[in-house]
């Protein structure tokens, strides 16, 4: 038993366990001789046991297609085999077979999945072995599409049409795209990335394998539910920062909406996008701007002072609705102009109020200005909205009207410069994440302010190269910091007293008060949760 038990620190994956753990393991493990020549497992068979290599020596062979076997390894003590098909529900990927006599410690898959509940850095270790072991293979149908950046960079972009997903390839990214055939092992994918590359990158191509998988690009050896649950399990930290990000963007989607889109477009939307259409809005927008501002004096019927008129808001909350609406169709539209799908269109909730969506992702199969032309469509759409409205004031002299259409055109515009912010993914985010050509902005670059930030600042021209990191993430951070104290000052001034109508004075002050803490809190465990590298990337709009 002793000398099992330190064998076992000698050995990988279990030399990070602990004396009790270790003891424990070594109890059941279950001794082997095997004859030189002898199969241990064979390609093909389900699985019971995995097995550490004692003393000998074992050789990993394949047959592929009814071809003669090929040798992908030879295995010296210490090694562990045989636990791909305890951990997926795959069979036996291989075949393995001792070149001399061998002696082996069986470990059965209960005992196996124990111990890797009760030892983080044995799940993880296990769980890594087994990417390093697997052959993935791309996902039938995938379409791609190749062209250069501005700064003459090659990308492919992946297109799966059944989901309506797409991911972006690198160059070196593209080459490991073409060999994920089912054949090749991440052993081989490095050393042909090595050969291509002149690169020793292994940490690069499992994070690139590891992304299109969790995209579903790639098949692979899928881990057991009961291995996941282990292998995977959260901490706290995480949980907390998965249900903040849960609460504070959460979407309600409708599709395919496409072929309705498609319909209202080619039966006159069309005639928008033409030149004189064009034209038209342009006029209509600057026209109305300089209506709004000349006749500004309308601000004084605004429903927050005292003067206002309650039913102001019966206008005002439609029309908002309709504001809404043109904004996303704007959008929608623009997408169809360029000859791309609409997958979807939402409503939802993101940080600080609520939103509605389309999903024009299909856009990252055009160019950069497309893009930015469907980014910017929105608010223009609003422009042209509140054009409307500000003209629409001076033609009538019905004082209620008058300022209900002034104050739809000044919240119109309103809603521009908010959409136009970079600093949250609305419109203005992808306007500059595309002018840029930085794919993930805000993510990558909170990500790189939370785990690198202090290492480059002790690092010696540390700095160098990451000035957007810097100044964008520092940017998003200042204005969530900013909005959350906003948050508290509008729950104070308005939520308080919408409140006091219907409850105790008392009541009102402490609920208002714990509803902005609870936005504030979940605010602030979504920006750890990001600083830490927890996010997701956005769709588009």
């Not at 996010?535 to 588009?540: D, E, F, K, N």
Request: hydrophobic residues 50%; charged residues 20%.
């Amino acid at each position: 038993m002793g000398y099992t038990r330190k064998f076992l620190k000698q050995a990988s994956p279990f030399a990070r366990l602990d004396a009790k753990r270790a003891g424990w393991l070594a109890a059941r493990l279950k001794p082997l001789t095997v004859p030189a020549g002898a199969d241990i497992v064979r390609q093909g068979e389900p699985g019971d046991a995995c097995y550490l290599l004692r003393t000998g020596a074992v050789e990993v062979v394949v047959a592929e297609n009814g071809e003669q076997e090929r040798r992908l390894a030879t295995l010296a003590p210490g090694a562990l085999f045989g636990e791909a098909a305890l951990l997926t529900a795959a069979p036996r990927n291989a075949t393995v077979r001792a070149r001399e006599n061998c002696e082996l410690l069986a470990l059965y898959r209960t005992d196996l999945l124990a111990v890797m509940g009760a030892d983080r850095h044995v799940a993880a270790r296990l769980t890594e072995m087994l990417s390093f072991r697997d052959r993935p293979r791309g996902i039938p149908g995938v379409l791609a599409q190749t062209r250069h950046t501005s700064d003459s960079e090659t990308v492919t972009l992946l297109k799966d049409p059944h989901r309506g997903i797409y991911f972006r390839l690198s160059a070196s990214g593209w080459f490991l795209w073409e060999r994920l055939d089912g054949h090749h092992t991440l052993r081989d994918l490095i050393l042909e990335y090595l050969q291509a590359f002149k690169s020793f990158s292994p940490q690069v191509i499992a994070e690139e394998i590891g992304s299109l998988a969790a995209a579903g690009f790639i098949e692979t050896g899928a881990l057991r539910e009961d291995v996941s649950e282990i292998a995977f399990r959260p901490s706290w930290g995480q949980r907390a920062a998965g249900w903040a990000r849960h609460l504070l963007e959460w979407r309600w989607e409708i599709r395919p909406v496409d072929h309705v889109i498609t319909r209202l477009y080619q039966r006159g939307v069309y005639l928008v996008f033409t030149r004189a259409g064009q034209i038209v809005m342009g006029l209509v927008a600057l026209s109305g701007l300089m209506a709004f501002c000349w006749d500004s004096a309308r601000a004084k019927y605004s429903i927050f002072g005292s003067g206002g008129d309650s039913a102001l808001l019966w206008f005002l909350v439609p029309a908002l609705l309709l504001a809404i609406g043109v904004h996303e169709a704007g959008h929608a539209f623009t997408t169809k102009a360029y000859g791309y799908e609409v997958h979807s269109l939402g409503l939802g909730w993101y940080w600080f109020g609520p939103i509605a969506y389309v999903d024009t992702s299909d856009l990252w199969l055009a160019g950069r200005w497309p893009r930015i032309a469907v980014s910017l469509a929105g608010p223009f759409a609003n422009l042209v909205l509140a054009g409307i409205a500000g003209l629409a004031g001076l033609c009538t002299d019905k004082p209620v009207l008058d300022a209900a259409l002034w104050q739809f055109a000044f919240l119109s515009y309103l809603t521009v410069l908010v959409n136009l912010n970079p600093l949250l993914e609305y419109d203005g985010y992808y306007v500059l994440m595309d002018l840029l050509e930085r794919p993930n902005l805000r993510s990558n670059c909170l990500r790189w302010l939370g785990t690198q930030f202090v290492l480059a600042l002790r690092t010696p021209g540390g700095l160098k190269g990451h000035g957007v990191e810097l100044l964008y993430g520092m940017g998003s951070l200042l204005y969530v910091s900013l909005m959350a104290g906003l948050t508290l000052i509008f729950y104070r001034l308005f939520l308080q007293d919408w409140l006091g109508r219907f409850l105790p004075g008392p009541i009102a002050v402490y609920l208002t008060w714990f509803l902005a803490m609870i936005v504030v809190i979940l605010s602030t465990v979504g920006v750890i949760g990001e600083l830490r590298g927890m996010s997701q990337a956005p769709s588009r709009h």
